[in-house]
Structures are given as C-alpha cells and as structure tokens.
C-alpha cells in the first residue's frame, strides 16, 4: 500500500489532489495532506512516505527547501512537483533534487492520475517470494483459463457493457458468475489487425475467422508460455483481439514494475510471432494496471488510446499506454500553456507584492503585464481557481488579520496599511470575509 503525502497552501487544490488520487485504481494506504511545510517535515519524520507531492510554494517553506529536507529523511521517497511557474530555473533545480515529474498549473486530471500511477507503479518494493507457476485462482472445472472461440453472446455483451462504462450492478454481478474476474488488480492487452488486406469481398469473412483463429492459437501459446494463467482472451471488435490479465491483492501489489516489464516484453513477443509466422500487421496497446474491476473501461480506454499512437510513432508497433500518452502533448498546445502560466505566474507574483497598493485595479495590473483585462481575468480564475479580485481580497484579508493579532493597530491603521482609503469599507469587507468585524475580532484577541 502507498503512503502519500500533499503539500499544497490552497484548501481547494488540496482537496481537489486528495479525491483525484482516491480515484486512481491504486492500491493507496494513506494521504496526508498539508499547506505547511514544517508540517509536512513532521509527517515524514514519523510515517513512511512513498510518494510526496509538493507546490514550489508552501505557507512556511519553500518547495524547494522542503525537497532538499525531505529527501535527507527518506532517500527513496519519490517527488513530483505541481507549480505555477514553467521557468527554466525552477524545473533544474527540482530536476536535480531527483523530481520525476514537474506538473504545471492548471491541472489535466487524466494526465496527472496516469503520471501519479506510473511513479508509484514504478516504485520498486521488496518482491514477496513466490512459488513458481503457482495459479493465481483455481477457475470452475479445472481450467487454468477460458479458452473459447468466442463468448456466449450474453457473457459478450455484459462484458461490453463493463469495458465501456454502461453496465448496471446486476449485471456486473451476473458477468462475474459468467468470468472469473476477481481481480482485484487488471490490466488489459488489445491487438489491433485494421491493415489486414483481403483480396476479395466474397472471401473475408472466412478469410478472418481464420486469420482470427491462428491468431488466437498465437496469444494462448505465449500466454502459457509467459506464466500468465488467469486471462480471459475475446473478440473486443471488429478485427481486434483483447486480453485481460487480473492478479490478487499479494500476488501484484508489490511488484508492479516487473508485471509491466512482463506485459511490455509480452507484447513484443505476441507483435513478433504475428508478424513472422502469420505475416499479419498488428499494433498492440497495453493498458496499466489498475484495482478494482470498476476500472476496466478506463484500462480498455487507455489500450485504445495506446494504439492511437501508431498514428504518430508509425515505426513502433507495442505501446505501453504508461510510457507514451501521458507525456504527449502538442506543441503548440504546449507553447499555449507555457505563455499562459507565465502570465498568471507574473500577475500572481505581483499581486503578492503589491496587493495592499491604494488604488489598485484590474487594469493597472493587466497593463502592467501586457495583456488585456477581460483575458487576464479569464486566466486568472482558470489557472488559479480564484478570480483575481477575489485573490486581492484574499491577501488583503489575511494581512489584515495578522496585524489585528499581532499589533495594536487600531482598525483606520490596518485598512490603510492592507491597501483601503476607507475604513468603513474595510470594515465591511472584513465582515463579509471573516462573518465578524475587525473590532469584534479584535476583542476575541484580548
């Protein structure tokens, strides 16, 4: 099970990272969550910590200093930093503090749970000994696996309705009667055969059933030779061929990264003998491994989206969906990205420094970083969550509360020194903010 850690000084955001890694088929013992550094330094000095997930920017620590403390803690821990800002120093330094991923603000859910599930299915743990070829469960009648030509058409047509999402929960349960999908951990393998050519329309369905045989009798045989046992081969559609692979709890959940390594080396195997022995074109996706069966239609998603890549690498023809989709991006969607994050960093940055600026406005600070109001204010709330008066409203707030604790300034003095000519509105946005006025907070203090 792994231990994860968030560091983040946004509530929001730290939710938001706590109910994505709930939601990733992963085998998560406990996050722990925080926006102090200090605070964070203190979890790792008295829990195991696989994984820690940190901004550049904590409340009481910088990201950078809270990486360098940490790793003296646990060398093995593994870091992936999620920040606004995209410079170039930035990234070194993380690169250096052995950082395996650099996310940059806003966040693509789907990208950020697929790079999460490959640290930590990548994270090498002590492997418990096994007996070899031990079958993983006894399946009914003595079969090691189901081999059949093709399912029955209802077992075919729940399995269908669960690889794409749309089954109801008793006929999920009505399928696992069908199959032995027990799991709890899956993964999926799709051959692809759209390049086959047959010569003659009258010809092809005859000419497939038995190319689609032979191709069968192929994946069975180095299924057995593998040692993968408990696998369920079917027709997923036309001209395609898909196996899913299930383990138990203590067969996979420590040894992620060398069922991968398997299901690569696997697939380079099945891609050789098809194209050698039955000369056919075949592009095979391989999905990651994910827990609980409510996850086989992302799996069959992700060995769809896995062969997709033929489009762009049309000189590879294996493709682990964990090495390759997440990291694609297109450029110019990235060169988007990168100048749009720069321009929020900046107005973040300058916001931070001149928050309590009498007089301060959306179009002086639009002006100041080049960009006009309307699309700043656009940016602003899609690449921080908050729209930027509200962000201006937050310092000023927090500022004025420091000092209301920690002085004895009286409430003109505080409203001038956070950037407010009145008093009175002061007060009023201090009310709305906190649900008491400075002078009743005031009092709580005494």
Known sequence: MYNILIVDEEPIMLQ??????????????????????????TYARTCHIDLLISDIHTRDLSGIELMQQIRMLQPDIQLI?????????????????????????????????????????????????????????????????????????REYE?????????????????????????????????MNFDGIQFAGSTGQPNDYRWLCYAIWNVTEELLEVEDQENTIIFESGDKELSVIFQWRETDAADRMSHIIRQLEAL?????????????????????????GIHFLSQLNTQTDRAIDLHREYQDHYVFYYGKYYWKTIRPAEEAECLRNNLIVSQVKSYLDNYYNQKGLTIHE?????????????????????????????????????????????RRYEVADKVGYES??????????????SPSEFKQLQI
């Open 158 to 190: 729940l399995l269908s309705k669960l690889l794409t999402g749309s089954i109801r929960m008793e006929e999920q349960e009505q399928l696992q009667q069908y199959l032995p999908l027990k799991g709890p951990y899956y993964a999926m393998l799709k």
């Open 365 to 409: 600070v639009a002006r100041k970083n080049h960009v006009s109001p309307n699309y700043l204010s656009y940016l602003f709330k899609k690449y921080t969550g908050f729209k930027l008066w509200e962000y201006v409203i937050k310092l000023r707030m927090e500022e004025s509360r420091e000092l209301l604790t920690s002085t004895d300034l």
């Open 267 to 291: 697939g380079q195997s099945l891609h050789f003998h098809i194209h050698k022995f039955l000369r056919i074109p075949c592009v095979i996706g391989i999905s990651q491994i994910l827990r």
């Open 423 to 436: 008093p009175e509105h002061f007060s009023k946005i201090f009310k709305k903010y906190y649900g008491i």
């Open 16 to 41: 938001l990272l706590m109910k994505l890694m709930m939601s990733s088929g992963l085998n998560i013992g406990h996050i722990y969550t925080t926006s102090s550094g200090k605070e964070a330094l």
């Open 81 to 153: 930093v999620i920040s606004v800002h995209e410079q170039f120093e930035y990234a070194q330094t993380a690169i250096r503090l052995g950082v395996r991923n650099y996310l940059v603000k806003p966040l693509n859910s789907e990208q950020f749970l697929d790079s999460i599930r490959e640290v930590l299915i990548h994270l090498e743990k002590p492997v418990v000994e096994r007996s070899e070829r031990q079958p993983v469960y006894t399946v009914p009648g003595g079969l090691t696996r189901f081999k059949m030509e093709r399912l029955p058409e």
